[in-house]
Structures are given as structure tokens and as C-alpha cells.
């Protein structure tokens, strides 16, 4: 099973992070977009693992007790540069809730024999990915100028940024990603509560 740990969105800032996209997906057709059900906030990527592992995985994530995290959605970006741009995103602010319930995370994975993740956290919602390219945010051997996006970030640069709200994360979730001709689908396995 190919198993990642997420922040879910509410309902009114995936509507209006949807109508913002379907506002600009017209400049960037060769890109290929998330579906508005997809859009979540990755903790950790932990991968393929065996089905027995579930359990494991389930019981240490139960472990973590930490606060609910304040999330501001706004603005966007590209990665890993705007001139080679592979993943085009929305961005976010967070207080340090979220960097600690990520290293909570990143922790209880590792005592699991789950890499740690080797790069901080870049909170982030992926609206679109170049075609083929992968959505990790750092720079990657094959990395070049390319224009997949060059038409939208023409676009974005006369428009206002744009502001998609806040909410309080009141839990997270084990997922389950599986990955089709169509694009991956998400499943929520188990969640697990803030306080």
C-alpha cells in the first residue's frame, strides 16, 4: 500500500482555491491539475509498505497529542524555481503547531524504521504539476528552463494575490494513495484527533 500522512482542508477554502484554479488552468493546459478532492497539506511521504504494517503505523500516529494547527491559505509560488518550474502550488502560513505535529510525525515514522524526511517542512497545496515532473519541492538532476508555466505566471503576475481563508486543523489522517492513468486517488484510512 503507498501510505502518506495529511492535513485535509475545509470545504470553504477547497471551493474557493477550486474557483481560483479553474480560473487559471487555461493558461497552463499542458500541466496536468489536482482534483479539488485531492487538495491536502503532506505531513510525510511515507510510501509503499506491506499491508501488515498498517497496524503499526496506525498505532504509533495514535501516539502523538498535540494541539489543533491555525492554517492561512494565500498566495502561490512555483517549485523548485520560476524558471524551472515543475509543481505550481498555493502557499500557506502556519504557527509552529504545524512544524511540530510534522516532526511529531517524522519521529514516530523513524521509530518505525520509516526514513526521516531530510528536508524541513514546506507547507504547500499542489494545484498542478509539469507534465511528468515530480512534486517535490527541492531541485532535482534534469531540472531545466521550461515554459509549461511561462503563460500562466504571465497571467498571475497582473492579478492581485490571491487570499483563500484560514481554518483550524482539528485532526489528521493516515491515507491511502493509489495511483491510475487518471491521476492518484486519495483515501482517508484513519484519523487521528487534535486537541
Same mark, same amino acid.
Given at each position: 500500500?503507498?501510505?502518506?500522512?495529511?492535513?485535509?482542508?475545509?470545504?470553504?477554502?477547497?471551493? &474557493?482555491?477550486?474557483? #481560483?484554479?479553474?480560473? $487559471?488552468?487555461? #493558461?497552463?493546459?499542458?500541466?496536468?491539475?489536482?482534483?479539488?478532492?485531492?487538495?491536502?497539506?503532506?505531513?510525510?511521504?511515507?510510501?509503499? *509498505?506491506?499491508?501488515?504494517?498498517?497496524?503499526?503505523?496506525?498505532?504509533?500516529?495514535?501516539?502523538?497529542?498535540?494541539?489543533? $494547527?491555525?492554517?492561512?491559505?494565500?498566495?502561490?509560488?512555483?517549485?523548485?524555481? @520560476?524558471?524551472? @518550474?515543475? $509543481?505550481?502550488?498555493?502557499?500557506?502560513?502556519?504557527?509552529?503547531?504545524?512544524?511540530?505535529?510534522?516532526?511529531?510525525?517524522?519521529?514516530?515514522?523513524?521509530?518505525?524504521?520509516?526514513?526521516?524526511?531530510? !528536508?524541513?517542512? +514546506? @507547507?504547500?497545496?499542489?494545484?498542478?504539476?509539469?507534465?511528468?515532473?515530480?512534486? +517535490?519541492?527541492?531541485? &532535482?538532476?534534469?531540472?531545466?528552463?521550461?515554459?509549461?508555466?511561462?503563460?500562466?505566471?504571465?497571467?498571475?503576475?497582473?492579478?492581485? +494575490?490571491?487570499?483563500?481563508? /484560514?481554518?483550524?486543523? !482539528?485532526?489528521?489522517?493516515?491515507?491511502? +494513495? *493509489?495511483?491510475?492513468?487518471?491521476?492518484?486517488?486519495? /483515501?482517508?484510512? /484513519?484519523?487521528?484527533?487534535?486537541?
Amino acid at each position: 500500500m503507498r501510505l502518506f500522512i495529511a492535513l485535509d482542508i475545509n470545504d470553504a477554502i477547497r471551493e &474557493r482555491i477550486t474557483r #481560483f484554479a479553474d480560473d $487559471v488552468q487555461g #493558461f497552463a493546459p499542458g500541466a496536468g491539475w489536482v482534483l479539488p478532492e485531492s487538495l491536502h497539506v503532506t505531513l510525510k511521504f511515507i510510501g509503499e *509498505q506491506p499491508e501488515q504494517a498498517v497496524e503499526q503505523i496506525k498505532q504509533a500516529l495514535g501516539t502523538i497529542a498535540l494541539r489543533t $494547527v491555525e492554517l492561512q491559505f494565500r498566495g502561490y509560488g512555483f517549485f523548485p524555481t @520560476p524558471k524551472s @518550474p515543475r $509543481v505550481f502550488w498555493v502557499g500557506m502560513e502556519a504557527g509552529p503547531q504545524l512544524a511540530a505535529l510534522a516532526a511529531a510525525v517524522n519521529d514516530r515514522m523513524a521509530s518505525l524504521g520509516i526514513p526521516k524526511e531530510k !528536508r524541513a517542512l +514546506s @507547507p504547500h497545496l499542489t494545484l498542478a504539476r509539469g507534465a511528468g515532473g515530480s512534486g +517535490s519541492p527541492g531541485w &532535482r538532476k534534469g531540472d531545466s528552463p521550461n515554459r509549461i508555466f511561462h503563460h500562466l505566471q504571465e497571467k498571475l503576475s497582473a492579478l492581485p +494575490s490571491p487570499e483563500f481563508g /484560514t481554518m483550524t486543523a !482539528r485532526e489528521f489522517f493516515l491515507y491511502q +494513495s *493509489q495511483l491510475s492513468p487518471k491521476g492518484s486517488k486519495y /483515501t482517508k484510512l /484513519t484519523a487521528f484527533a487534535l486537541t
